[in-house]
């Protein structure tokens, strides 16, 4: 019965790192093919997989893979921004390309349509009525559209709504 236990934890435990292991094998696969800048991305991905898992002493899961992903992209893009704004073409398009390989785990994001609808949905459920609910949207969208919708689009879109 024990040994039933432990193989059912085994595969459960491989399942929620399914994520991790999928950009791993796509370092190598990188690797194999020498493309030298999907490899380069993906790589820094996984040492800030690994930076994570050795600072707080954990593994990650699925959840958490997204979650470094999207702190990842968040600073190419304002790096890339930068580098546009220096003139920089050959580091934005850089970043860009990063950025796109990094989008591919990532889960789809909401069109605008379908995010102003969840968020109308969200000012009706916490009965905002002006600018001064703004907290209790925010707060409650930011948990509803975790992951499928950017916090600054979340903002404005809640913003336009609620004026």
Sequence with gaps: MTHVIICYLLILKRKRIILKER????VKEAMKAKDNA???ALRLLTSAFKQIEVDERIELDDEAVVKIIQKQVKQRLDAAEQFKDA???DLYDKEMAEIAFYEIYL???LDDAELESRIKAI???VGAASMKDIGKVMGTASKEL????DGKRI???AKV???
């Design 38 to 40: 999907r490899r380069d």
């Design 23 to 26: 950009i791993q094998n796509e």
């Design 161 to 163: 709504l609620l004026s």
């Design 146 to 149: 975790n992951g499928i919708a």
């Design 123 to 125: 000012i009706a459920k």
């Design 155 to 157: 903002n404005a879109y």
């Design 87 to 89: 003139g920089r073409d």
């Design 107 to 109: 889960p789809k994001q």
